[in-house]
């Protein structure tokens, strides 16, 4: 698998988006952005992806399952995706659908978070204030996760970009704009001030999915690594 290595999983980064670069609504109210043809695209990525990745917010404010739909694929793998949430202090919520043990679930968090989780939920450690999603990616493949999707939220696309974590990254744009300032941006995050602190992707191929477009990049170059590894509060 091209991108997958010893330190960590191949990383696809996958998110849709208004035109003006919007997750979701005001204060972060979900938005279905996808069309049918992009959700069934998302659903394969997810049946051909051994994790999928989002942070605490997400679960808080959307509760997703991250499960496969089988309406959406043509056969279902023979292991459901593990699902990862990166949350630092136990913020997810006792009733979410994360912890319904329906599939394997990891909860990736820090040492100072003294939360008890079901058995079935297994529980990484990454990181003593914030977690370490470079630590974290190399827990993962340790565990033999070899083929990540990452779904968000913004402060997760954030650092994955950041700190060039990734191999893919494909962007499904819905033809609307939201506008609204307290919407998350699709990358938040450091000022860029200069030229040099600038994420830079390759272009790869634009195409025409139902009523969007679907872009898909992948790094230009490889950025150095920062004296301190990316982290996420959450």
Same mark, same amino acid.
């Given at each position: ?20 670069? $919007?997750?979701?609504? /005001?204060? !972060?109210?979900?938005?279905? =952005?996808?069309?049918?043809?992009? +959700?069934? &695209?998302?659903?394969? @990525? ?75 939920? $297994?529980?990484?450690? /990454?990181? !003593?204030?914030?977690?370490? =999603?470079?630590?974290?990616?190399? +827990?993962? &493949?340790?565990?033999? @996760? ?89």
């Amino acid at each position: 698998m091209v991108g997958a290595t010893a330190d960590r999983p191949r990383v696809w980064v996958n998110c849709a988006a208004s035109l003006d670069g $919007r997750l979701a609504f /005001a204060h !972060g109210a979900r938005a279905r =952005l996808s069309g049918p043809e992009d +959700l069934a &695209r998302v659903h394969r @990525l997810r049946a051909e992806s051994d994790a999928i990745l989002v942070g605490v917010g997400t679960v808080v404010l959307d509760d997703p399952s991250l499960r496969v739909d089988p309406s959406l694929v043509k056969s279902l793998p023979a292991r459901p995706p593990t699902r990862v949430v990166v949350d630092a202090s136990g913020r997810t919520p006792e009733g979410a659908r994360f912890l319904d043990g329906s599939v394997p679930t990891i909860v990736a968090t820090t040492d100072r978070n003294p939360r008890a989780y079901p058995p079935h939920v $297994r529980v990484v450690r /990454a990181g !003593g204030e914030t977690v370490d =999603l470079a630590q974290l990616f190399g +827990l993962l &493949r340790e565990l033999g @996760l070899v083929r990540l999707m990452v779904e968000g939220g913004s402060r997760i696309l954030a650092s994955v970009a950041r700190d060039g974590l990734f191999d893919r990254w494909t962007i499904y744009y819905a033809p609307v704009f939201i506008g609204d300032a307290s919407a998350p941006p699709l990358v938040g995050g450091e000022v860029v001030l200069r030229p040099p602190d600038l994420v830079r992707l390759r272009l790869e191929s634009v195409e025409r999915l139902g009523e969007g477009y679907l872009a898909s990049f992948t790094p230009q170059v490889p950025r150095a690594r920062p004296d301190v590894p990316g982290s996420v509060q959450a």
